[in-house]
């Protein structure tokens, strides 16, 4: 089970490294747009003054973004973890962090379109922030249910399979389990962190944002499936 469930793991987070890599420099690009112009948007490196503004401003949007998608997302898994705790069901809300996560890159697909207002761009990213961490915040509640469902499959297998293994070596199988799930977490994000840079571009052009969420959007598509059928 492990082992059917890493290409999910490797996938979903290098879709959600995207993400949030493309998220923060979208923001910045629309700010830089609406403010500016695009020469001195194309050329911020010799308007090192205008970066600085620039740069402030996106903070505080990336600190709007992050709490509308940190305060429900609290709640959300809470709720998601009581749940599967007590029907011994960690697939569901697995299958729902991976629905947010889906609807989330929708919404910025159009939110990063280059013919959309800049106020209409940011409604956007607010509420698939907030749709994201309402439906179980995304990498936090989907990356919780995997090491639940191991948890408890493992559990199934040795009552199923008893051959009187002492506690210690169940243990340490265990252990190896969440190991190998780990290892194909920072597998996803390096890889993300590797290749959003070659997707973005250089120039940060907003069709170049709008193809790194046709990525993000189709991965997270496969994932869903893949975990219905794993």
């Known amino acids: 089970h492990v082992l059917l469930i890493c290409p999910a793991i490797v996938l979903y987070i290098y879709s959600n490294s995207l993400n949030l890599i493309s998220l923060q420099s979208l923001v910045n690009r629309r700010i830089c ?3 500016y112009n695009q020469t001195v948007c194309d ?3 010799n308007y090192t003054h205008y970066a600085d503004d620039i740069q402030q401003m996106s903070s505080q949007t990336m600190i709007y973004l992050d709490v509308c998608f940190l305060v429900p997302a609290i709640l959300s898994i809470l709720f998601m973890a009581s749940v599967g705790d007590r029907r011994l069901d960690y697939e569901r809300p697995l299958h729902v962090s991976i629905a947010g996560s889906l609807l989330q890159s929708f919404v910025c697909i159009f939110a990063s379109l280059a013919d959309m207002d800049h106020t209409a761009s940011l409604a956007l990213l607010y509420a698939a922030q907030f749709v994201n961490g309402l439906l179980g915040g995304g990498s936090l509640c989907f990356i919780s249910s ?22 210690k070596k169940q243990q340490q ?3 190896i389990k969440y190991s190998i799930c ?13 290749t959003s840079g070659y997707l973005i571009g250089n120039r940060r052009d907003l069709k170049n944002f709008t193809r790194v969420f046709i990525v993000s959007f189709s991965l997270f598509l496969l994932v869903l499936i893949y975990t219905f059928l794993m």
């Open 173 to 175: 199988n265990r252990s």
């Open 33 to 35: 747009l609406f403010t």
């Open 146 to 167: 995997c090491f639940s469902h191991i948890s408890m499959m493992h559990v199934n297998n040795n009552n199923q399979n008893d051959n009187g293994e002492d506690s």
């Open 182 to 194: 780990e290892a194909f977490i920072l597998i996803g994000q390096f890889l993300g962190s590797l």
């Open 43 to 45: 050329n911020l490196k």
